[in-house]
Nanobody, 126 residues
Framework: QVHLVESGGGLVQPGDSLRLSCSASGVSLKLHKIAWFRQAPGKEREGISCISTNDVSRYYAPSVKGRFTIFRDNERSSVYLQMDNLKPEDPALYYC???????????????????WGQGTQVTVTS
């Protein structure tokens, strides 16, 4: 069974960067479709980025495109979200999720993810 753990969140200022990590125990993430979500207080959970099996495709929500980068390290069975130029609207609890199997990212559709981490908090304040 896949167990996901996120890390790397923190308190930063606008314009700063953070790198979030999503690590797995129990199985390699190499062949899994993985996504990052975020949820701010009082708002719905938002899918913000996806990476497909074998990194064939990636997707970024318009709110983060050009600032965030998703990538994978197969040796460490980890998926990362590099977040640059953080903005005041980015604070949220950030989650990674696995589809549990291979697959391609489907644009703005973020269904089918069945395993979730506990989240890591990102706070942006001046």
């Amino acid at each position: 069974q896949v167990h996901l753990v996120e890390s790397g969140g923190g308190l930063v200022q606008p314009g700063d960067s953070l790198r979030l990590s999503c690590s797995a125990s129990g199985v390699s993430l190499k062949l899994h479709k993985i996504a990052w979500f975020r949820q701010a207080p009082g708002k719905e959970r938002e899918g913000i980025s996806c990476i497909s099996t074998n990194d064939v495709s990636r997707y970024y929500a318009p709110s983060v495109k050009g600032r965030f980068t998703i990538f994978r390290d197969n040796e460490r069975s980890s998926v990362y979200l590099q977040m640059d130029n953080l903005k005041p609207e980015d604070p949220a609890l950030y989650y990674c999720a696995s589809a549990g199997t291979w697959g391609q990212c489907s644009g703005s559709y973020f269904g089918g993810f069945n395993t979730w981490g506990q989240g890591t908090q990102v706070t942006v304040t001046s």
